[in-house]
């Protein structure tokens, strides 16, 4: 068990549909990392948070949008759902203020666009 | 720009056997950071090892073994002795230093499918 915590673990909806991710860091950490998972581009980066400020960017669309909040916990929002929008997203999780951090995964939320 | 490139996309292997792992990478930084994570069949991406630029001693850990080559850009990794439960997808990444300070995004190679028959 890595420490990180993400909710719910499977979710099926339409599309253009809304959708919520959440993820709970490790305990003292500050940093919140998503990723995307699919077949056709792999483990790809989407945005980074730490201490509730955006740090970097990656491949994430506009349709997506994350924030992380006082108690750093973090949501990712998905709107407007497309069916390749399916993928296991990952949140991970890390000190965030050193070059010796390592990022720690959740377990993945697996969503299902139909 | 970053990459990594994993070669292999499935690998299998009776129990016993010993399997190495490639994992070749591209960077224009002169300081930068290598990781494996394995994906078992649950999902989950679990840390196995961190290794950086500047520290080529290869390392072991039970069953496990890494060889990090700069001059080759490779950081490979070895399983010895292999055994059911080492069936996994198992990921190398690269990653950078953010504004010199912090570590940044991981750029992950496509993954190596390892089955292992008893």
């Known amino acids: 068990d890595s420490g990180v915590t993400q909710t719910p673990k499977h979710l099926i909806t339409a599309t253009g549909q809304r959708v919520t991710l959440r993820c709970s860091p490790r305990?003292?950490?500050?940093?919140v990392y998503w990723y995307q998972q699919s077949l056709d581009q792999g483990l790809q980066f989407l945005i980074q948070?730490?201490?509730?400020?955006?740090?970097a960017k990656g491949n994430i669309l506009e349709r997506f949008s994350a924030q992380q909040f006082p108690d750093l916990h973090s949501e990712l929002n998905l709107s407007s759902l497309e069916l390749g929008d399916s993928a296991l997203y990952f949140c991970?999780?890390?000190?965030?203020?050193?070059?010796?951090?390592?990022?720690?995964f959740g377990p993945g939320t697996r969503l299902t666009v139909l | 720009a970053q990459k990594v490139t994993q070669a292999q996309t499935e690998i299998s292997v009776v129990e016993k056997e010993d399997v190495t792992l490639d994992c070749v990478y591209e960077?224009?930084?002169?300081?930068?950071?290598l990781f494996w994570y394995k994906q078992p069949p649950s999902g989950e991406l679990v840390f196995l090892i961190r290794?950086?630029?500047?520290?080529?001693q290869n390392e072991i850990s039970g069953r496990y073994s890494w060889n990090f080559q700069k001059s080759t850009s490779s950081f490979n990794f070895t399983i010895t002795a292999s055994q059911v439960v080492d069936s996994a997808v198992y990921f190398c990444?690269?990653?950078?230093?953010?504004?010199?300070?912090?570590?940044?995004?991981?750029?992950f190679g496509r993954g190596t499918q390892l089955t292992v028959w008893p």
């Open positions: 305990s003292g950490d500050l940093s």
């Open positions: 290794r950086n630029s500047f520290d080529e």
């Open positions: 960077t224009r930084d002169t300081t930068y950071y």
């Open positions: 948070y730490y201490n509730g400020e955006e740090r």
């Open positions: 991970a999780s890390g000190q965030g203020d050193r070059v010796t951090d390592t990022q720690y």
């Open positions: 990444a690269l990653s950078e230093a953010l504004r010199g300070s912090t570590l940044g995004r991981l750029y």
